[in-house]
DNA sequence: GTCTATAGCCTGATAGAC
DNA sequence: GTCTATCAGGCTATAGAC
């Protein structure tokens, strides 16, 4: 499941993209400097150019390990067998825990939708996010027949995916309590919501 | 609904919002220099300094604008009176409509979860979506009575956004088609599938 | 209110010693 | 493989003429 695992040749050069994910997920692309990078590995940004021939390699290299994995747990759960509400249950479980557990891959995905161009984009799309997307619109074909599986594939995903997407300013909103981000609360509401609308033993 | 109108002494600072506004929306506050919007309001980089003491205040004043009356329009929506499942309509209807009519909106906004510091996101918070955010924890009261309001309005905004926020994307996954970003069917996807949920006339 | 010119710093990237 | 040193250019912001 790797995009171009290559351009590391050794351990440094994955020390590097190791240490550089955290400050793109956080600042982007044109908010981090390569002398930001060297400054989180320990060497000097010189050095950087020997593992990496500039920066947008060096970007790519870091999207790739950032990403590289993170789709088979997703298709996994979703293809491992019982009945479409089970499926649907480990897909929640399953890509709650994603998004709860992996703030800086979470960061980066939304940083590529915003600001990827067409090639990243197509690149994502077509190495990371084909094989689990096409288990889920499986999936949505199963839950509801007469929906369109593609809207109802994003659905699911947004519908977790918001909840964190938000949580730097519900904390400023009148009701928000901690429960809110819980990743075990938002996994039990977004499936008791889908599980409704699905017609799926409703509780 | 200002945050801080002020700070534009006249029609050019104006004008320098308006042109700011679709940069720092397509490239972020770091992805965008003085000189780009210089240009893109045909004067100089030096004059912009006339109107806005720095950088950071011309993105405020540009934020400001950009957010301006934006939140008025989906409370009144969804306080419109009516039973909840017309003013639950009306909501997804609204909000699609502003998410699809003003990309550059939708993209500061999302800028904002990823990159706002805690003093810009309270202010957010405070100015712009306590309104419409209590409005339509109070209609998600009328709908779902054991649903948690707060899990269940972020929810119910979730669910549009994400169709747009992976438009990019989306269109190099199979089984995509043009019907998908089309606003009118990911309202009425939307809809129902919010509808079956909350178990208002099913369609 | 806008201009030209520039200060002072940061940027990505390179050269060459070790 | 990492270093020091440096280049050429971009950056924010300011000074001062008009």
Same mark, same amino acid.
Do not use: W
């Given at each position: 499941?790797?995009?171009?695992?290559?351009?590391?040749?050794n351990?440094?050069?994955?020390?590097? @993209?190791?240490?550089?994910?955290p400050?793109?997920? /956080?600042?982007?692309?044109?908010?981090v400097?390569?002398?930001?990078?060297?400054?989180?590995v320990?060497i000097?940004?010189?050095a950087l150019?020997?593992?990496?021939?500039?920066?947008q390699r060096l970007?790519?290299?870091?999207?790739?390990?950032?990403f590289a994995?993170?789709?088979d747990?997703i298709?996994?759960?979703?293809?491992?067998g +019982?009945?479409?509400? !089970?499926?649907?249950? %480990?897909?929640?479980?399953r890509?709650? *825990? @994603?998004m709860? +557990?992996?703030?800086?891959f979470?960061?980066l995905?939304?940083r *590529?939708?915003?600001?990827?161009? *067409?090639? /990243? =984009?197509?690149?994502?799309? !077509?190495?990371?996010?084909?094989? #689990?997307?096409?288990?889920?619109? /499986? @999936?949505?074909?199963d839950?509801? #027949?007469?929906?369109? #599986?593609? =809207?109802?594939?994003?659905?699911?995903?947004g $519908?977790?995916?918001?909840?964190?997407?938000?949580a #730097?300013?519900? /904390?400023? =909103?009148?009701? +928000?309590?901690?429960?809110?981000?819980?990743?075990? *609360?938002?996994? %039990?509401?977004? $499936?008791?919501?889908?599980?409704?609308?699905?017609?799926v033993?409703?509780?």
């Amino acid at each position: 499941m790797s995009i171009d695992s290559a351009s590391a040749s050794n351990a440094t050069g994955q020390i590097i @993209l190791t240490r550089a994910i955290p400050l793109f997920a /956080r600042s982007g692309f044109t908010g981090v400097s390569m002398r930001d990078i060297a400054r989180a590995v320990g060497i000097t940004q010189a050095a950087l150019y020997h593992h990496y021939p500039d920066k947008q390699r060096l970007y790519l290299a870091a999207m790739a390990q950032a990403f590289a994995d993170k789709a088979d747990g997703i298709a996994a759960a979703v293809e491992s067998g +019982g009945t479409p509400a !089970e499926r649907l249950q %480990r897909f929640v479980a399953r890509f709650t *825990e @994603l998004m709860a +557990g992996d703030p800086d891959f979470r960061a980066l995905l939304q940083r *590529e939708l915003l600001d990827g161009d *067409e090639v /990243r =984009l197509r690149l994502l799309a !077509e190495q990371v996010f084909v094989q #689990p997307f096409q288990a889920m619109t /499986r @999936l949505a074909q199963d839950l509801a #027949p007469d929906c369109d #599986p593609h =809207l109802l594939a994003i659905s699911m995903a947004g $519908l977790v995916l918001f909840h964190f997407e938000t949580a #730097p300013v519900r /904390r400023f =909103l009148p009701g +928000g309590s901690q429960t809110h981000d819980d990743p075990a *609360e938002v996994a %039990r509401h977004v $499936l008791r919501l889908l599980s409704r609308a699905l017609g799926v033993e409703g509780d």
